[in-house]
């Protein structure tokens, strides 16, 4: 084969077309984001004798972790010509994508991918299960009663202060630029309703999308659930519920609900099904930023030595200090109380690790236990949850 590849930014558009045409050639059908997001996202692609034969995108934007946006590479919508995999391109290509990101500021990256394996291998881990949900509109509507609130179709700008809101009580979410929501309601085709009670703010915001059955009713497939308390999360189910006439069943799209036991615990007849997928993973980039960026509980005061693994499969040394709300972690020669390796380091920062049980479950290693405890009580305040699809 010969050799002579190149790695270049897509800053033409004929780089674009010939990407979005690999795409096709490589996942079988066309991959929308490719021209929806030319003007938000970065595209790198590689090049072999003039022809595009891999390539990425790469969006430049907050996740909210412990409350506070950290800027993230978030990438999506790669792929390798067929008759060049095998060569260990997929990796070089990433490398070509995150560099710009972090030239940009990028100290973490998150990516959602079905080669989980080998998203691993390059430092990104899971910090959480994903899941898709199924369930009878019927079992909804016996299930659900909805309270008094008034419930308005489209989309206003309070929403979008709203989701922000909502948004900083869980560690991923995105912190959604402007373009975000018109380009997910055009994408979809997403029909928005706004739940409120009477002369008070917007409570809740509920997206789904439509099609239609080949013989009668329609499918019915949320894309966006975001309830501001129990009452208002209970109203939008009713009125999921309402849909019975001509939708058989609601599909919750995979994330699309937070990992709260309300939907499972309080159907009257336990029939829904879960469906899992590939789920989000998260790599630290820059790990003293990431730490001083991230948001922390402003009751928590610790000093932590800790081992975190190196790309090379070395260890360095840190010592983690917690203080009133902000973190900083810098190198040491004080022996580590907790190793971590650079997935689980992800997934600690995530607030993945529930309990020191779970941390030891997953592989942790820690010499003492008082020390785990203290460093999983850092970021578990908050869960992992990022709805968010790119």
């Given at each position: 084969?010969?050799?002579q590849l190149s790695f270049t930014a897509a800053n033409t558009d004929d780089l674009w077309q010939e990407y979005d045409e690999l795409a096709v050639r490589a996942y079988g059908h066309r991959i929308g984001d490719i021209t929806d997001l030319k003007g938000n996202a970065d595209l790198r692609v590689a090049t072999r004798n003039g022809r595009v034969v891999a390539g990425g995108m790469g969006l430049l934007v907050n996740q909210f972790f412990g409350g506070s946006p950290v800027p993230s590479a978030c990438l999506g919508a790669g792929c390798v010509a067929p008759e060049e995999r095998g060569e260990h391109?997929?990796?070089?290509m990433t490398a070509e994508r995150l560099r710009p990101l972090q030239e940009q500021g990028a100290v973490i990256s998150a990516i959602s991918t079905s080669s989980t394996g080998y998203a691993r291998r390059l430092g990104w881990e899971?910090?959480?299960?994903?899941?898709a949900w199924t369930v009878a509109t019927d079992e909804l509507k016996r299930s659900f009663t909805g309270e008094d609130f008034d419930i308005e179709h489209g989309v206003t700008p309070d929403i979008h202060d709203l989701q922000r809101d909502l948004a900083r009580q869980w560690n991923g979410p995105v912190e959604r630029p402007e373009w975000w929501f018109p380009w997910k309601q055009r994408k979809s085709s997403l029909t928005t309703y706004r739940f409120?009670?009477?002369g008070q703010p917007t409570a809740g915001v509920l997206s789904l999308a439509t099609k239609r059955r080949e013989r009668h009713g329609m499918h019915l497939v949320v894309h966006d659930f975001w309830a501001a308390s129990y009452s208002c999360a209970v109203a939008m189910l009713a009125f999921l519920g309402r849909h019975n006439t001509r939708?058989?069943?609601?599909?919750?799209?995979?994330g699309a609900l937070p990992p709260?036991?309300?939907?499972?615990?309080?159907l009257h007849h336990h029939r829904p099904t879960a469906e899992a997928w590939h789920p989000w993973m998260l790599r630290i980039l820059d790990i003293p930023q990431a730490i001083r960026l991230r948001g922390w509980p402003a009751h928590l005061n610790a000093t932590v030595p800790i081992?975190?693994?190196?790309a090379s499969d070395g260890w360095d040394r840190y010592l983690l200090r917690i203080t009133d709300g902000t973190a900083e972690i810098s190198p040491s020669h004080t022996q580590g109380h907790v190793h971590l390796t650079r997935q689980q380091l992800a997934v600690w920062y995530a607030g993945g690790y529930r309990t020191v049980t779970s941390a030891r479950a997953a592989g942790v290693r820690a010499q003492s236990e008082q020390a785990l405890a203290t460093l999983i009580r850092s970021t578990s305040d908050l869960e992992p949850w990022l709805p968010d699809h790119f």
């Open positions: 084969m010969n050799h391109l997929a990796t070089r899971a910090p959480a299960s994903v899941f409120q009670r009477r939708a058989q069943t609601v599909e919750f799209r995979r709260s036991p309300l939907l499972l615990h309080s081992e975190i693994e190196t």
